[in-house]
């Protein structure tokens, strides 16, 4: 456990936006922050898709894992995060809760036709994310060192 504040992404089933989502605010918050992802209904696997999609970035995912929401509901997590409808409603309130935020998302894992076609939808929410995550984990920085 860390002394930084727990971040807590949730999506439906914790596979591919909320992963990603993760690995973005890891990046931008790693000095002020703990950040998780989890799912309301995991699906206990990370996709191949967003595992390629970050990988082009030099983020690997490999060692990511879907988990539930349960896992963190005897944790303080200060702020949580959804990234898709279902998760937002079914989000329970968590120990130390100060924020809560919905950031909608369209999902990846929908996407129809040839990988190619697949992967580039992948690539369209990845960036999506990029930008909203690290633009938040460079806010909370900012914050934090600003109070020092």
Known sequence: MSDKPLVLILCTGNSCRSQMAEAFLKKAGEKSLEVASAGSKPSGFV?????EAMHELGIDLMDARSKSLE????????????????????????PGQVRRYHWGFDDPALAGGTKDEQLEIFRQVRDELQLVFTAYGCGRVDSATAGT
């Open 47 to 51: 996709h191949p898709l967003a595992i």
């Open 71 to 94: 896992e963190f509901l005897n944790r303080e997590v200060e702020t949580v995060i959804t990234v898709c409808g279902n998760a937002d409603q079914a989000c329970p309130g968590f």
